[in-house]
């Protein structure tokens, strides 16, 4: 059995200070009250910029929360796997190494998304939907779909044996967490630095669940 790509514990700390120095600017640097409803935005010319560019595309929203799916689909499927493993194995311990990582993976991913929905909220959505303002940062789409497909890239490596099915998952992993995150942009939905921070985020988890994977 492939083992997951190794991290250093190095890279993984200097993930964790990229991804909390961009919060801080987002939540310091040129911030402007020009969000909904005179809300603070920062990085505001920019992102204001960006918006007027491109607006608000229903279809592109459609599209992100579609393909959206097969990425919450995805990580359902590696954690009913995981059930399947304990059940069977009647042991924590006897559960892959790698898949007891991604279910903490998955947890502390979803402890983030609730710390900035509910606590640390940074800036609101640019547009107002029918539950008001809502925390717009980090892109929550933009954060599991880079979580949920780098490390289901891992997983295709390690459990899948025929090399064409291999290469084939792989392909549509990275293919439908591009989608996701282009589309999300696209959609208006989220300001340009809610998806940079989703995936800085999203990357500084996938360094430390790799660094945790690879120790024996």
């Not at 490390?151 to 090399?163: F, G, L, P, R, T």
Request: proline share 2%.
């Amino acid at each position: 059995m492939k083992s997951i790509p190794k991290e250093s514990l190095t890279t993984a700390v200097i993930m964790t200070v990229i991804a909390i120095a961009a919060t801080i600017l987002v939540a310091t640097v040129d911030v402007q009250p020009v969000g909904v409803e005179g809300t603070n935005l920062g990085f505001a010319t920019m992102n204001t910029g960006f918006f007027a560019r491109f607006g608000q595309n229903d279809t592109f929203y459609k599209i992100s929360t579609i393909i959206g799916l097969i990425c919450f689909a995805t990580g359902g499927g590696f954690g009913l796997f995981f059930l399947l493993q304990l059940i069977r194995r009647k042991s924590l311990s006897k559960v892959d190494r790698n898949l007891s990582v991604l279910i903490l993976l998955y947890i502390l991913t979803v402890s983030l998304y609730l710390l900035f929905d509910k606590a640390l909220i940074i800036n609101y959505r640019p547009i107002l939907r029918d539950k008001g303002l809502e925390s717009s940062f980090p892109s929550s789409h933009a954060m599991f779909a880079w979580v949920i497909m780098v490390s289901a890239v891992d997983q295709w490596n390690i459990y899948i044996k025929k090399e064409n099915l291999k290469i084939a998952l792989v392909a549509c992993s990275f293919l439908v967490m591009l989608v996701v995150i282009i589309t999300r942009l696209l959609s208006g939905m989220h300001w340009l630095t809610d998806i940079v921070g989703g995936i800085l985020i999203g990357d500084m988890l996938i360094a430390w669940y790799r660094y945790a994977a690879s120790q024996k």
